[in-house]
């Protein structure tokens, strides 16, 4: 199995508590923590934003499940259409049948009990369908298997299909425990535990009414207690993350209804991703929040919660909270401030970028480099640390990420590819111009054939020097 | 080959390198967008730095002016810190409608400014933003007038959504720096070039004629 190859990156190990390992060991399946999620959505409601990417009315098939045989026929896919106002790429007619027949080879490859991770992952390169669910199936899987070795550091193997159901649901319920024990406020974390109701009423939204009597003030701890060790004060910590989240949040892609509306099914999509990075924050009390992770979970989420098959797509947060978690372990230093001058960190990535560039054209590292000066901090943090998501429509992100994902070298390899076949697209112009042109140009990427630049990106020869430029 | 923006000199007089700081999703990204290009849209949050270009006539003189747009967030100070280098302007946003971004104006932008502006006679300008949002006010006027007088800068309020006081922002930064010698001479490349002129490289000047 193609598992063998992977490498285990050191810092994965390092940057995930054993903790939040093992909640994340698979993708869940049933639908749960719903709870005050709900803001009166009735489905249909928001067929202008689903409708393009072929979903919307067509939830016909309510039971198509990972191990069902072509469970999802005729899922209501059509020819690859751009989710809600984005990209130009035109669609050919042949482009449609090479779909469908990828459509079909990916059921075929679902209904196998053994997932054939290298065949997926080469259909999963050229490209996903867009609509119905086999995105979202392909991704869960390919990112499950592609992070296996967290799971095999933490007594997890993935075995074969037959087995996924039960990790499914043994996720799901983790995840719903980890959300009740992290998410809720003390007071009604105190509550569910059926201790009496102590001093805590004002915060929980709660009922109680009148005055506390002496013997009902807790001595121990209460909300305004100052204390590092504090529940309270470690909860009120997480207030102005919350905000930032938010606020974040409603920015997410703000051309597209999906993320950013006022609707209720905007706001419901808000409060799932808003949950799995209040998550990611108390899991990782280092690193915490960092504005562009909600870029990041973006896709994963719009993908899972878009999915055909309603069941799947009502779990989407909790799938999306165990992909997210997994993406990030092997690029969340980036994210890391104290990390960014490591072997690790944002700009040792940085120096391997300019390193693969000088190996593939030395004529234009030297321009950016030597002549023009456009440090690569300028224009390529944001483009690896973000996974290329603000540098691209929506539907263009799907489809670079189907190539990052089923890399079988590991995302940040393919990513820094593709950041290099980006330089090289626009050589040209980069070419003709000076800093100003040259980092305006990076900074708001043109519109360009994704096809042609992952295929550039393929071509791309690995950087054998030990270049590396201190930052 | 070394002055890649030589060919563009003739385009304008001055050349300012301005900053935009302040915290996250007070509109930074907003006003400049509202400077630059006349309009305002909903923007995703900037990730590390943003930056554009905007030649305006002020003052009487065709101005190139290149404005850096930080990200807010803590993550990035470190990273945004160089930026601050050679800034002839700073401009530091609040949202009048949240009073913790005012606050963090001295408990952290004015030391960050302090810390890493290299640039001695610098201008700063402190702007309230969200004016539109006149009911959900929190931050009072009198306390940005306040606030300028004592770190010294300049101040004024505007919308980036309404533009209201966009345009005045900037001239008047603009028109700041265009006051101040030391500054107008790090913009003007010609200068520049006749500084490195007149100062040739033999150091010794003891045969001083006088004429």
Same mark, same amino acid.
């Given at each position: 199995?193609?598992?063998g190859?992977?490498?285990?990156?050191?810092?994965a190990r390092?940057?995930?508590?054993?903790r939040?390992?093992?909640?994340?060991a698979? !993708?869940?399946?049933?639908?749960?923590e719903?709870?005050?999620? @709900?803001?009166?959505f009735?489905?249909?409601?928001e067929?202008?934003t !689903?409708?393009? @990417?072929? !979903?919307?009315?067509?939830?016909?098939?309510?039971?198509?499940?990972?191990?069902?045989e072509?469970?999802?026929?005729?899922?209501?896919?059509?020819?690859?259409?751009k989710?809600?106002?984005?990209?130009?790429?035109?669609?050919?007619?042949?482009?449609?049948?090479?779909?469908?027949?990828?459509?079909?080879?990916?059921?075929?490859?679902?209904?196998?009990?053994?997932?054939? =991770?290298?065949?997926?992952?080469r259909?999963?390169?050229?490209?996903?369908?867009?609509?119905?669910?086999?995105?979202?199936?392909?991704?869960?899987?390919i990112?499950s298997?592609?992070?296996?070795?967290?799971?095999l550091?933490?007594?997890?193997?993935?075995?074969?299909?037959? =087995?996924?159901?039960?990790?499914?649901?043994e996720?799901?319920?983790?995840?719903?425990?980890?959300?009740?024990?992290?998410?809720?406020?003390?007071?009604? !974390?105190?509550?569910?535990?059926?201790?009496?109701?102590?001093?805590?009423?004002?915060?929980a939204g709660?009922?109680?009414?009148?005055?506390?009597?002496?013997?009902?003030?807790?001595?121990?701890?209460?909300?305004l207690?100052?204390?590092?060790a504090?529940?309270w004060h470690?909860?009120f910590?997480?207030?102005?993350?919350?905000?930032?989240?938010?606020?974040?949040?409603?920015?997410?892609?703000p051309?597209?209804?999906?993320f950013?509306?006022?609707?209720?099914?905007?706001?419901?999509?808000?409060?799932?991703?808003?949950?799995?990075l209040?998550?990611f924050?108390?899991l990782?009390?280092?690193?915490?929040?960092?504005?562009?992770?909600?870029?990041v979970?973006?896709?994963?989420?719009?993908?899972?919660?878009?999915?055909a098959d309603?069941?799947?797509?009502?779990?989407?947060?909790?799938?999306?909270?165990?992909?997210?978690?997994? =993406?990030l372990?092997?690029s969340?230093d980036?994210?890391?401030?104290?990390?960014?001058n490591?072997?690790v960190?944002?700009?040792?990535?940085?120096?391997?970028?300019?390193?693969?560039?000088k190996? @593939?054209?030395?004529?234009?590292?030297?321009?950016?480099e030597?002549?023009?000066?456009?440090?690569?901090?300028f224009?390529?943090?944001?483009?690896?640390t973000?996974l290329?998501?603000?540098?691209f429509?929506?539907?263009?992100i799907?489809?670079i990420?189907?190539?990052?994902?089923?890399?079988?070298?590991?995302?940040?390899?393919?990513?820094?590819?593709?950041?290099?076949?980006?330089l =090289?697209?626009v050589?040209?112009n980069?070419?003709?111009?000076?800093?100003?042109?040259?980092?305006?140009?990076l900074?708001?990427?043109?519109?360009? @054939?994704?096809?042609?630049?992952?295929?550039?990106?393929?071509?791309i020869s690995?950087?054998?020097?030990?270049?590396?430029?201190?930052? | 080959?070394d002055?890649?923006?030589?060919? &563009?000199?003739?385009?304008?007089?001055?050349?300012?390198?301005?900053?935009?700081i302040?915290?996250?999703?007070?509109?930074?990204?907003?006003l400049?967008? $509202?400077?630059t290009?006349?309009?305002?849209?909903?923007?995703?949050?900037?990730?590390?730095?943003?930056?554009?270009?905007?030649?305006?006539?002020?003052?009487?003189?065709?101005?190139?002016?290149?404005?850096?747009?930080?990200?807010?967030? &803590?993550?990035?100070?470190t990273?945004?810190?160089?930026?601050?280098?050679?800034?002839?302007?700073?401009i530091m946003?609040y949202?009048?409608t949240?009073?913790e971004t005012?606050?963090?104006l001295?408990?952290?932008?004015?030391?960050?400014?302090?810390?890493?502006s290299?640039?001695q006679?610098?201008i700063?300008?402190?702007?309230?933003?969200?004016?539109?949002?006149?009911?959900?006010?929190?931050?009072?006027?009198? &306390?940005g007038?306040?606030?300028?007088?004592?770190y010294?800068?300049?101040f004024?309020?505007c919308?980036?959504?309404?533009r209201l006081?966009?345009?005045q922002c900037?001239e008047?930064?603009?028109?700041?720096?265009?006051?101040?010698? $030391?500054?107008?001479a &790090?913009g003007?490349?010609?200068?520049?070039k006749n500084?490195?002129?007149?100062?040739?490289?033999?150091?010794?000047t003891? $045969? $001083?004629s006088?004429?």
């Amino acid at each position: 199995m193609l598992r063998g190859k992977l490498k285990l990156p050191e810092k994965a190990r390092r940057a995930f508590p054993d903790r939040l390992g093992s909640i994340v060991a698979g !993708f869940n399946e049933k639908d749960e923590e719903n709870r005050g999620l @709900n803001h009166g959505f009735e489905l249909g409601e928001e067929l202008e934003t !689903f409708q393009p @990417n072929g !979903f919307g009315l067509d939830r016909e098939l309510d039971d198509y499940k990972v191990e069902d045989e072509k469970s999802d026929g005729e899922l209501g896919f059509r020819a690859p259409q751009k989710p809600d106002r984005d990209g130009a790429d035109s669609v050919s007619f042949s482009d449609v049948f090479a779909a469908d027949e990828k459509r079909s080879d990916l059921e075929y490859e679902f209904s196998q009990k053994e997932i054939n =991770l290298e065949k997926l992952q080469r259909v999963a390169s050229s490209g996903l369908p867009d609509g119905g669910g086999l995105r979202a199936t392909a991704w869960k899987v390919i990112i499950s298997s592609s992070f296996a070795h967290l799971q095999l550091l933490l007594g997890y193997l993935p075995a074969s299909r037959d =087995l996924w159901e039960k990790e499914l649901i043994e996720n799901q319920s983790k995840y719903a425990k980890l959300k009740e024990e992290l998410l809720l406020s003390p007071s009604q !974390f105190s509550k569910r535990e059926d201790e009496p109701l102590r001093s805590n009423k004002q915060y929980a939204g709660s009922d109680a009414d009148g005055q506390l009597a002496r013997h009902d003030v807790s001595t121990d701890d209460h909300p305004l207690c100052l204390g590092q060790a504090s529940v309270w004060h470690q909860y009120f910590q997480f207030t102005e993350i919350l905000e930032q989240i938010d606020r974040d949040l409603l920015r997410t892609h703000p051309d597209m209804k999906f993320f950013s509306s006022n609707s209720s099914l905007s706001r419901k999509n808000r409060e799932a991703m808003r949950n799995i990075l209040l998550l990611f924050a108390k899991l990782n009390p280092v690193i915490r929040y960092v504005q562009g992770m909600n870029e990041v979970l973006a896709p994963l989420y719009y993908v899972f919660s878009t999915d055909a098959d309603e069941k799947n797509a009502a779990n989407a947060e909790a799938d999306s909270f165990a992909c997210f978690v997994r =993406l990030l372990s092997d690029s969340v230093d980036h994210f890391c401030e104290q990390l960014d001058n490591s072997s690790v960190g944002i700009h040792s990535t940085l120096s391997r970028l300019l390193g693969l560039l000088k190996a @593939n054209d030395e004529e234009l590292w030297r321009h950016l480099e030597l002549t023009n000066k456009v440090n690569p901090q300028f224009y390529a943090f944001r483009w690896i640390t973000l996974l290329l998501t603000q540098e691209f429509d929506l539907h263009s992100i799907l489809r670079i990420w189907d190539c990052l994902l089923s890399n079988p070298f590991g995302v940040q390899e393919m990513l820094l590819r593709v950041c290099c076949a980006m330089l =090289l697209c626009v050589k040209t112009n980069l070419l003709s111009g000076d800093f100003v042109d040259n980092l305006k140009l990076l900074q708001h990427y043109p519109k360009i @054939n994704i096809e042609h630049l992952l295929q550039v990106a393929q071509d791309i020869s690995p950087d054998t020097s030990s270049f590396c430029l201190s930052p | 080959m070394d002055s890649p923006s030589s060919q &563009e000199s003739v385009g304008f007089d001055y050349l300012f390198k301005l900053l935009l700081i302040g915290d996250s999703g007070v509109g930074k990204s907003s006003l400049l967008l $509202s400077f630059t290009s006349d309009s305002f849209q909903d923007l995703s949050p900037t990730i590390g730095v943003d930056f554009k270009v905007k030649y305006a006539d002020i003052g009487g003189k065709k101005l190139k002016l290149a404005i850096w747009d930080t990200a807010g967030q &803590e993550r990035f100070r470190t990273l945004t810190s160089s930026y601050y280098r050679g800034a002839q302007g700073i401009i530091m946003v609040y949202d009048v409608t949240r009073r913790e971004t005012f606050t963090n104006l001295s408990d952290i932008w004015a030391k960050e400014i302090d810390l890493y502006s290299t640039n001695q006679d610098c201008i700063k300008m402190l702007v309230g933003n969200k004016v539109d949002k006149e009911s959900e006010r929190v931050v009072m006027k009198k &306390e940005g007038i306040n606030f300028a007088r004592e770190y010294g800068c300049l101040f004024i309020e505007c919308s980036a959504k309404t533009r209201l006081n966009v345009q005045q922002c900037f001239e008047e930064l603009v028109l700041k720096i265009l006051d101040t010698p $030391s500054l107008l001479a &790090e913009g003007s490349k010609v200068l520049k070039k006749n500084i490195f002129k007149q100062k040739p490289p033999q150091p010794d000047t003891s $045969s $001083s004629s006088c004429c």
